[in-house]
């Protein structure tokens, strides 16, 4: 290939890369520490997990995922597989409002007794209803199990986990409240 086509072609793909990141919109995720108060069927527990929450778009709306670092609670009995559902609303900030519902499979293997539950990834859909900035924050996790519900609800106040620049159906204002489950 001659020297002058090897440019041409350099020169293409970096144009074509700024473009390409030109148009992509911006989105700023970060690990956030949340403190969990959970109110369980034996009482209180508290344990802190970082939270990631990542958004994939998908046609006009976005595929949300929220991950788990570390357990929240743990059972005084082993919890069997399949035994516990986990489920969880994000909360919207920004240019739209309302919350995102996620939830995840049940366990695949037993839960030790008193060790900490793992939350599976939990997945949801977001419609973007407005324009601009929107924010991630993880809001109340819900955990069934063996018949019980167990709510675990951030004390600390944590940031946003993600923040996703997005343009809404024809611009309208209001927030959706999302599909991909009920806690």
């Avoid at 090897?6 to 949340?34: E, F, H, K, W």
């Avoid at 929450?53 to 059972?75: E, P």
């Avoid at 035994?83 to 900030?93: D, H, K, R, T």
């Avoid at 924010?135 to 709510?151: D, E, M, S, Y």
């Amino acid at each position: 290939m001659s020297y002058q086509k090897r440019t041409a072609l350099a020169l293409a793909a970096a144009v074509a890369g700024s473009v390409v990141l030109i148009t992509a919109p911006a989105a700023q995720a970060s690990v956030v520490d949340v403190n969990y108060n959970c109110q369980t069927p034996i009482g209180a527990k508290s344990a802190v997990s970082p939270i990631d929450i990542k958004a994939v778009k998908s046609g006009s709306s976005y595929n949300v995922t929220m991950t788990f670092q570390k357990g929240v609670s743990s059972s005084p009995v082993a919890l069997g597989a399949g035994a516990m559902n986990p489920s969880a609303v994000i909360n919207l900030g920004g240019a739209d409002k309302g919350t995102v519902a996620v939830k995840g499979p049940a366990n695949t293997a037993e839960i030790p007794a008193n060790t900490p539950i793992k939350i599976s990834d939990l997945s949801g859909t977001y419609v973007p209803k407005a324009n601009g900035k929107v924010t991630f924050t993880a809001g109340v996790l819900t955990i069934k199990a063996l018949g019980t519900t167990t709510t675990c609800t951030a004390s600390n106040s944590p940031g946003p986990s993600l923040e996703l620049d997005v343009t809404g159906a024809a611009g309208s204002g209001g927030g959706r409240r999302g599909r991909g489950g009920s806690a």
